[in-house]
T-cell receptor, first 112, second 116 residues
Framework: SQQGEEDPQALSIQEGENATMNCSYKTSINNLQWYRQNSGRGLVHLILIRSNEREKHSGRLRVTLDTSKKSSSLLITASRAADTASYFCATARLNRDDKIIFGKGTRLHILP | DAGVTQSPTHLIKTRGQQVTLRCSPI?????VSWYQQVLGQGPQFIFQ???????GRGNFPDRFSARQFPNYSSELNVNALLLGDSALYLC???????????????FGEGSWLTVV
């Protein structure tokens, strides 16, 4: 079963604009991670945010976490063509079996 | 250093057949986990192995099995293939056993399985 749900399912923006993707989840978590997947290839870990953190930055990426709303957002600033990919959130659930659960992903397309 | 390597990259099988997928983790990583990703969906956890022992199993039928070898490489076996088994099978390795503690998990490029 899917724990996280990304929103929107698909997003197209112009190069240079900012892209925001959201993830909502259902149960309490230890941490939340964001991954990128280029078409049909492996996943690349982008950033992890723990349940006691509210915001993290990594380069052009900014992740926020609101545990009261059970939601997270991934912001990519100054988007580039190379950012075209699918983005997944993955949650590690509190006091549950030791596995992370992925959402269905947001397909991001950067228009030249 | 080499990343997580998987083989084969693509394969086509017929319904009812059996398939074996292989994975070599990053050097020094003792944890290997397997995921199934159906087109348009996120990866679904199948198994985790650590130090050659099964540490976790997802909601998959007994047709799915796996093992880990002394060199920490791993194989995923699927018997009696169904059309619905068509997917990208991803292997991931990590340094630590816990998948939820926040240690980074590194994924391979995957094996595309098509069942016809």
């Amino acid at each position: 079963s899917q724990q996280g749900e990304e929103d929107p399912q698909a997003l197209s923006i112009q190069e240079g604009e900012n892209a925001t993707m959201n993830c909502s989840y259902k149960t309490s978590i230890n941490n939340l991670q964001w991954y990128r997947q280029n078409s049909g290839r492996g996943l690349v870990h982008l950033i992890l945010i723990r349940s006691n953190e509210r915001e993290k930055h990594s380069g052009r990426l900014r992740v926020t976490l609101d545990t009261s709303k059970k939601s997270s957002s991934l912001l990519i600033t100054a988007s580039r063509a190379a950012d075209t990919a699918s983005y997944f959130c993955a949650t590690a659930r509190l006091n549950r079996d030791d596995k992370i659960i992925f959402g269905k992903g947001t397909r991001l397309h950067i228009l030249p | 250093d080499a990343g997580v390597t998987q083989s084969p990259t693509h394969l086509i099988k017929t319904r009812g057949q059996q398939v074996t997928l292989r994975c070599s983790p990053i050097s020094g990583h003792k944890s290997v986990s397997w995921y199934q990703q159906v087109l348009g969906q996120g990866p679904q956890f199948i198994f985790q192995y650590y130090e050659k022992e099964e540490r976790g199993r997802g909601n998959f039928p007994d047709r799915f099995s796996a093992r880990q070898f002394p060199n920490y490489s791993s194989e995923l076996n699927v018997n009696a293939l169904l059309l619905g088994d068509s997917a990208l099978y991803l292997c991931a390795s990590s340094l630590e056993v816990s998948l939820v503690s926040g240690n980074t998990i590194y994924f391979g490029e995957g094996s595309w399985l098509t069942v016809v």
